[in-house]
């Protein structure tokens, strides 16, 4: 049976009767009694105690410990919180040929988000292109190609304007939430390691920063093979880029097997399309449905799974505010292909 921290009135009750039970007291106590004043006291005291174990109760199993005993906790089976990661990438320059770009030259993003050149690149053809390291931690750094940087101190015969190169500035992760660090804890005490198991792969994925989701196909490339699939949900796209991939195959090759043959790559996205109508047609229920299916994918979605109507529609049926809908479509399961998953596609509103 649960135990159930007392009240400061129950504490307070029980506390004067046993006064009154032992004093052989009669009621009522006055309520300038020396009794009715010390039981106060004495409870208020109690009160206290009970609260600390109460808290005390909460550290003890990682479920619902605090962040320092989390920590604590996790440490002790070699889990411990992912630091925040640096985007990275390439920004193109144009400019006079022969004109060099020195390391170390800082890039400023229209936010103040700051990047510096990584190595020396002088202009040739008119262009040159330049590796680029974000100076502060985090997925803020990361940047779309095209993105906009502008020179902090001009370099003759440079354009102040530069741009954030193919692929964009990449690899930002912030740093390990309570959440996140405590499901890695759960499923490290769940599924002990095992010297390379389907597991032990999922596991090593998500140690890398920006990782959130991570599956394992054994003997999916033939007799010897592992092939290891992973997503980073707070990003703008969930499909990791190429960068990304190499980061986490650099990772768990440092700490496979060395019998097995590791391939990591990205999952294919198969955006679905969704058309409905839906009662009342308000900005805040069309927000509401469009939550709750990103949600859904975002639990459900898995590659080479299959997305099943019926959870599509008790997602949407959930959503706060609504009273009626129509699906057009999709209208029946969908199913993907292997490496393929399931991502929210154009939602067209009838």
Same mark, same amino acid.
């Given at each position: 049976?649960?135990?159930?921290?007392?009240?400061?009135?129950e504490?307070?009750?029980r506390?004067?009767q046993d006064?009154?039970s032992r004093?052989?007291l009669s009621e009522p106590v006055?309520?300038?009694?020396? !009794?009715?004043?010390l039981?106060?006291?004495?409870?208020?005291?109690?009160?206290?105690?009970?609260?600390?174990?109460?808290?005390i109760?909460d550290?003890?199993f990682?479920d619902?410990?605090?962040t320092d005993?989390?920590e604590r906790?996790?440490?002790?089976?070699?889990?411990?919180?992912?630091?925040?990661?640096?985007?990275s990438?390439?920004a193109?320059f144009?400019g006079?040929n022969?004109?060099?770009i020195p390391?170390g030259?800082?890039?400023?993003?229209?936010d103040?988000?700051?990047?510096?050149t990584?190595?020396?690149?002088?202009?040739?053809s008119g262009?040159?292109?330049a590796?680029?390291?974000?100076?502060?931690a985090?997925?803020d750094?990361?940047?779309?190609?095209?993105t906009?940087?502008?020179?902090e101190?001009?370099?003759a015969s440079v354009s102040?304007s530069?741009?954030a190169?193919?692929?964009?500035?990449?690899?930002?992760?912030?740093?390990e939430?309570?959440?996140?660090l405590?499901a890695?804890f759960?499923?490290?005490?769940?599924?002990a390691?095992h010297?390379?198991?389907? &597991?032990d792969?999922?596991a090593w994925?998500?140690?890398v920063g920006?990782?959130?989701?991570a599956?394992c196909y054994?003997?999916e490339?033939?007799?010897?093979?592992?092939t290891?699939?992973?997503v980073?949900?707070?990003?703008?796209?969930?499909?990791?880029?190429a960068?990304e991939?190499a980061?986490v195959q650099?990772?768990i090759d &440092?700490?496979?097997?060395?019998?097995a043959?590791?391939?990591?790559?990205?999952?294919?996205?198969?955006?679905?399309?969704?058309?409905?109508?839906v009662?009342?047609?308000t900005s805040?229920v069309?927000?509401?449905v469009?939550?709750?299916?990103a949600d859904l994918?975002l639990?459900e979605?898995?590659?080479g799974?299959t997305?099943?109507i019926?959870q599509i529609?008790?997602?949407?049926?959930?959503a706060?505010g609504?009273?009626?809908y129509s699906l057009?479509?999709?209208?029946?399961?969908?199913a993907?292909? !292997?490496?393929?998953?399931?991502?929210?596609g154009?939602i067209?509103?009838?």
């Amino acid at each position: 049976m649960p135990f159930t921290r007392p009240t400061l009135a129950e504490l307070v009750d029980r506390i004067q009767q046993d006064f009154l039970s032992r004093l052989s007291l009669s009621e009522p106590v006055l309520r300038r009694a020396f !009794v009715y004043v010390l039981s106060r006291v004495v409870a208020g005291a109690a009160h206290l105690l009970h609260g600390h174990l109460d808290f005390i109760a909460d550290q003890i199993f990682p479920d619902e410990s605090d962040t320092d005993f989390l920590e604590r906790q996790a440490s002790l089976f070699g889990v411990t919180r992912i630091a925040a990661s640096y985007a990275s990438g390439n920004a193109s320059f144009t400019g006079t040929n022969g004109t060099a770009i020195p390391q170390g030259t800082i890039l400023n993003r229209a936010d103040g988000a700051q990047y510096a050149t990584q190595a020396a690149a002088t202009i040739a053809s008119g262009a040159a292109s330049a590796a680029v390291l974000a100076l502060l931690a985090g997925q803020d750094g990361n940047c779309d190609a095209g993105t906009a940087l502008t020179l902090e101190s001009p370099i003759a015969s440079v354009s102040s304007s530069a741009a954030a190169a193919a692929g964009g500035l990449s690899g930002g992760a912030d740093a390990e939430d309570d959440d996140a660090l405590r499901a890695r804890f759960i499923a490290r005490l769940q599924a002990a390691p095992h010297g390379g198991n389907q &597991a032990d792969y999922v596991a090593w994925a998500l140690e890398v920063g920006g990782v959130t989701r991570a599956w394992c196909y054994p003997l999916e490339g033939g007799a010897g093979t592992v092939t290891v699939r992973f997503v980073r949900d707070d990003d703008a796209s969930i499909i990791p880029d190429a960068g990304e991939v190499a980061a986490v195959q650099a990772h768990i090759d &440092a700490v496979r097997p060395v019998t097995a043959t590791l391939t990591v790559v990205a999952p294919v996205a198969d955006p679905i399309a969704f058309s409905l109508h839906v009662v009342p047609d308000t900005s805040d229920v069309r927000a509401a449905v469009t939550a709750e299916l990103a949600d859904l994918l975002l639990r459900e979605s898995i590659p080479g799974g299959t997305t099943l109507i019926s959870q599509i529609r008790s997602a949407i049926g959930s959503a706060a505010g609504l009273t009626d809908y129509s699906l057009a479509s999709p209208s029946a399961d969908t199913a993907h292909a !292997v490496g393929h998953m399931a991502t929210l596609g154009v939602i067209t509103w009838t």
